[in-house]
């Protein structure tokens, strides 16, 4: 009786929590007051037009425009758009605001006065800035080589990646600045290791059980599922389960809350690990059949292997101390990965085996086009009943049915066996699933307590909430795990999302209905102007020259950046070669390494180009400066990158200002100054956008035009509804799929090899990939350590910096350092600011909304204080990437506030880089008259001028919709 009526309660709760963030939002962005506008009277026409917002550059959420009499009016949620169930934030609406904006980059522009000082902007042509820019690069790469040109990039807006991929290919350079670096990266590489890249993402659009948010506030934004479908799953769930420091809009009404220490996500989740594995919540079948759980390790063993692929297709030489049949007889195949079969012998059903002495030993045979147990025959996949048509507007997918070993056996998960080498050694061999067992014991509950400051049954509860299916009948889990940027932000970012996968997946939720299911799969190409359709990928041997390799060796193999803090450094040392010039398209530099020392390194370079919209801080050190196309302004194909299933495109609704030109149209006129083709066409080697668009959608024989008609015509699509054997199939690892990656149709069954793109052909508990690069650092299984700037880490400092800072959280309005000059943005959130606990402020003497210095010995920046239950005592809570549009000085104000002048240029992640950008020491201070400069708290020039930090600041005024000129 008391369970239900506390279940009645929490929907109650539930509902008016979701309808209180409805009613937010919906607040946010009518824009009354300074944003108030008058719309003119209709004079011609009215029509409305089906996109694709982008204002956030993360989730594809399905828009209408009204266009009248040729100007956007108004931006409304798309019934159709299933994905984000026809909703759209404050930064969609405000997105009126940027497209109509004042200060909008119209023309090429080049700087006349030297860097560090005002640019001294002057317009220039097209032609010149082409002219310029092909010179400057080639003359470069041919003087210092490709690798001496770089690439920077940020958010993944689609068509201004270009910096991923092909200004490398133009430059052939194995150099790039990535956000992507500390940005949903790590959860890419370290799934690209261990199963599938991307497979981070969770299909949270098909309704998981029991939904998980972990390290993030997805209600806000994020990159897979986001908005009003995460506050509906989260009321809908049987339960939800909200892991962060901080108590979010969702955590209120969540079942379980983990307020855990900043820092400290990779020990909950093994111990979360090891809940599961002592009470065996696992899926059993899944573990022997599907992960090298089984498989054999011996520490006194010479690692050896095979020749293996890198990210890009490359090849490079796997070696491993896993128990191979090339270790035990001359002449073995060390494709065959041996496990200690439990069976072998136990009756004439169970013979011995004839691989040594002991009869007990099989294998796997991972050679690409095998992929099979010893004495197994490929089967023809059979199907449960089709998922549950969970979502509205969504079609049902069908679920793979498992497979089972035949011949029957039961490769050990446990145990110590004693196996004769063919150098005549006895030696121990061991099941990668024990050293799993044996490492997440060292995280169990009441040890992890300590650590994360998480009451020990709290966390087995939440554990056991999280695995024990509710629906055993289904065969499967009760959802993946929503794990966001909280946990790649760190030195134990790889680690934090080897353990997140481990657990995700071995409990049922690997490619499952409302499990991790990547990226979708789609036969569209998404991604116009990504890569050259006509110039390879830079060679071998310049990836071996990625700056940053030398410490992290595999960025060599992962190949997707360099390593940006290393990058800005050889920017000023010229170590280990110089790096001299570059672009940047979407990225900046105030979203890794210290802002600081990345704004001098900057100075350094020869020549730097800026595509932006806006005159934004890093494009003051820029030689040219490059008009972009705002999302409102562009016609562009898209598919899901996340989970959602859904195809659809980004279709213009008005025209761009002045000369601003598609970030596709740019890159593609690079190409063409830098004499070199992109496209495939001999004919016509120098394409627009409109043709890139066209090639895009030639994979499904159709037309941009004819796509796009069609999308205004029937609205989204449902990939698994198109494309049933790729998307619309769950566990693609038993059909062949997962690694044949192949489209509308199904391919013979030859090439439909069962299993997962990596060396062993298995989910790796244990990384082989990692073993291969870093042989003696022993990170194979995740593994978890105090991050190197804590009270813990670094008591000598715990004295002079007593507060624990994290930052990076989401805020309605803004996206990263994006939308701080739009009039409704800022109105509602006009300063940075800092989360204090009420106890911290009254011992420190600060009060609500006071100026506050933050300082670490690397820098120190000013916020408001935001006196806050919701974090812990002894924890501040920091807002990221904040600069002042209204500061016309060099740099743009981003020296008041940008949170990472306080962190260390040289704490990074050991494997990917992911520099250390929350869980640090910092000293938190009133700022008063007498310790600040120019005697004014308040952020401000030498002569006076404040940054705007109140909404009725008139100047907010100067930045309302400017809706006539914009042709000139």
């Known amino acids: 009786m008391l369970d239900k009526a506390k279940l009645t309660r929490r929907s109650f709760a539930k509902l008016s929590a979701s309808m209180a963030v409805a009613g937010l939002v919906g607040g946010a962005v009518r824009g009354e007051a300074l944003a108030a506008v008058e719309e003119p009277e209709s004079r011609e026409k009215v029509e409305r037009i089906r996109t694709c917002c982008r204002g956030c550059g993360k989730m594809e959420c399905g828009v209408w425009v009204t266009v009248r009499d040729g100007r956007a009016v108004a931006i409304e949620g798309d019934e159709s758009s299933f994905q984000s169930m026809a909703n759209c934030c404050s930064k969609s609406k405000a997105s009126l605001q940027a497209a109509y904006h004042p200060d909008r980059l119209r023309y090429p522009m080049k700087r006349t006065n030297p860097k560090g000082e005002d640019p001294g902007w002057v317009r220039i ?89 972990w390290g993030g506030a997805s209600e806000i934004s994020n990159y897979d599922d986001s908005g009003r479908m995460t506050v509906d799953v989260a009321k809908s769930a049987d339960y939800h389960i909200v892991v962060d420091p901080r108590t979010t809009n969702l955590s209120t009404n969540a079942d379980i809350h983990l307020a855990l220490r900043p820092g400290t996500d990779g020990a909950m989740a093994l111990s979360w690990l090891d809940v599961v594995i002592e009470e065996k919540l696992y899926d059993d079948l899944y573990v022997r059949r599907w992960t090298n759980g089984p498989f054999l390790v011996v520490e006194d063993l010479e690692a050896s292997g095979f020749e293996s692929f890198t990210n890009l297709g490359d090849t490079y030489e796997m070696k491993t101390r896993l128990l191979k049949e090339s270790d035990l007889k001359e002449g073995g195949d060390p494709h065959r990965f041996m496990v200690w079969d439990e069976l072998a012998g136990k009756d004439a059903a169970h013979p011995l085996h004839g691989n040594d002495e002991t009869g007990s030993l099989t ?148 490619d499952t209905p409302g499990g991790m299911r990547g990226p979708t799969q789609a036969v569209i190409d998404g991604d116009p102007g990504l890569r050259s359709w006509a110039l390879p990928f830079p060679p071998k041997e310049q990836w071996e020259k990625v700056i940053g390799s030398q410490d992290l060796p595999l960025l060599k193999w992962w190949r997707m950046w360099g390593h940006a803090n290393a990058e800005y450094k050889a920017m000023v040392t010229g170590e280990p070669y110089p790096l001299v010039a570059g672009i940047n398209m979407s990225g900046d530099m105030l979203n890794q390494g210290n802002t600081t020392e990345n704004w001098e390194a900057l100075k350094h370079l020869d020549f730097f180009v800026q595509v932006d919209l806006w005159n934004a801080p890093t494009a003051d050190l820029a030689d040219i400066l490059l008009p972009c196309t705002h999302w409102l302004e562009i016609d ?251 500061i016309t000085e060099p740099g743009r104000g981003f020296q008041f506030s940008a949170v990472n002048q306080l962190i260390s240029p040289d704490d990074g992640d050991p494997l990917c880089g992911s520099s250390n950008l929350r869980a640090y020491m910092v000293n938190v201070y009133k700022a008063t008259a007498e310790n600040s400069p120019y005697g004014n708290p308040c952020p401000c020039l030498e002569d006076g001028t404040e940054i705007i930090h109140d909404a009725s600041d008139a100047r907010l005024k100067e930045w309302l919709p400017q809706y006539d000129g914009r042709s000139e």
């Open 125 to 213: 042509t097209w032609d010149e800035a082409f002219a310029t820019m092909g010179e400057k690069f080639n003359d470069v790469k041919e003087r210092y080589g490709g690798e001496s040109l770089f690439a920077m990039l940020g958010t993944s807006r689609v068509w201004s990646m270009a910096g991923a991929m092909a200004f490398r290919q133009l430059f052939n350079t194995p150099n790039n600045i990535a956000a992507f670096e500390i940005c949903k990266g790590p959860r890419h590489m370290a799934t690209m290791m261990i199963s599938e890249m991307a497979f981070s993402w969770q299909a949270i659009v098909e309704h998981p059980r029991v939904y998980v948010q």
């Open 363 to 510: 294998y796997f045979d991972a050679t690409p086009t095998i992929g099979l147990w010893e004495g197994e025959q490929w089967r023809e996949p059979e199907w449960e009943e089709q998922s549950e048509n969970i979502a509205p507007g969504t079609a049902p997918g069908r679920v793979t049915k498992p497979s089972q070993f035949d011949p029957d056996i039961a490769p050990a998960l446990y145990g110590e066996y004693e196996v004769t080498l063919k150098d005549g050694r006895v030696v121990k061999a061991i099941p990668v699933w024990q050293k799993l067992a044996e490492r997440c014991a060292q995280y169990a509950p009441d040890k992890a307590a300590e650590i994360c400051g998480v009451d020990a049954d709290l966390i087995r509860k939440a554990a056991r909430l999280y695995a024990t299916r509710l629906d055993p009948n289904t065969g499967y889990g009760n959802g993946g795990i929503q794990y966001m940027l909280a946990v790649e932000h760190g030195t134990n970012a790889i680690q934090n999302c080897h353990a997140l996968a481990l657990l995700a997946d071995c409990t049922g939720n690997f």
């Open 636 to 886: 562009c194909v898209r598919s899901s990158q996340g989970s959602h299933g859904a195809m659809g495109a980004t279709c213009k609704v008005i025209d761009p200002p002045g000369e601003a030109k598609f970030d596709v149209d740019i890159t593609i006129g690079l190409y063409k100054a830098c004499g070199q083709p992109w496209g495939p066409d001999p004919e016509n080697p120098w394409p627009d956008s409109h043709g890139e668009n066209d090639l895009c959608c030639s994979l499904i024989g159709k037309t941009w035009d004819e796509y796009k008609q069609e999308f205004q015509e029937h609205g989204w699509w449902d990939c698994k509804e198109l494309y049933p054997h790729n998307w619309g199939t769950y566990r693609r690892y038993e059909t062949g799929a997962l690694r044949a990656r192949q489209g509308v149709e199904p391919l013979p069954h030859e090439q439909m090899v069962p299993g997962f793109n990596t060396p062993t052909m298995k989910e790796e508990v244990w990384s082989t990939v990692i073993e291969t690069y870093h042989p003696d650092d022993a990170l194979e299984l995740p593994d978890w350590h105090e991050p190197p700037r804590t009270e813990r880490s670094r008591p000598d400092l715990a004295d002079a910096y007593p507060l624990l800072a994290t930052t990076g959280r989401r805020i309605p309005v803004y996206f990263h350092s994006e939308h701080r000059q739009l009039p409704w943005c800022r109105e509602l959130w006009p300063v940075p600011r800092m989360e204090i606990n009420p106890a911290d402020a009254e011992r420190l003497g600060i009060e609500q909304g006071d100026w506050c210095w933050i300082e670490t010995e690397f820098g120190k920046i000013r916020e408001t204080a935001d006196l806050y239950y919701g974090v812990p005592e002894g924890v501040v809570n920091l807002e990221h990437q904040w600069w002042y549009p209204e």
